[in-house]
């Protein structure tokens, strides 16, 4: 299984970036693809998912209407658009996967123990 992100860099207040995730190794039909971010000091926080086997997704609270997350099935990619960036976006953002044992609902929560497999990390950095 590999998820290989790309995509981050630097960028100014208020512009935009979207990052990729190439996911591989698994079958992603039956999966939760998400990304997370972590600060230094600060605990791995759910940003946004995706649930391939209804299309529900997921935003949390400080990303929602700034941040879009789509799937390419063919290239079994996901992507966040992150638009409308802020310092407080600066961090490393992973892409993870939760390989699903049964279908439990739409996609309402994430949490980053739930998820078996982990990207290497791409730095954002916003600056003001």
């Known amino acids: 299984v590999q998820l290989v992100e790309s995509g981050g860099g630097l960028v100014q207040a208020g512009g935009s970036l979207r990052l990729s995730c190439a996911a591989s190794?698994?079958?992603?039909?039956?999966?939760?693809i998400g990304w997370f971010r972590q600060a230094p000091g600060k605990e791995r926080e759910a940003v946004s998912g995706?649930?391939?086997?209804?299309?529900?997704?997921y935003y949390a609270d400080s990303v929602k209407d700034r941040f879009t997350i789509s799937i390419d099935n063919a290239k079994k990619t996901v992507y966040l658009q992150m638009n409308s960036l802020s310092p407080e976006d600066t961090t490393v953002y992973y892409c993870a996967a939760e390989i699903l044992r049964s279908y439990r609902g739409s996609l309402l929560a994430m949490a980053a123990y739930e998820f078996d497999y982990w990207g290497q990390g791409t730095q954002v950095i916003v600056s003001s």
């Open positions: 995706i649930q391939k086997s209804d299309g529900t997704t």
């Open positions: 190794g698994f079958t992603v039909d039956g999966s939760i």
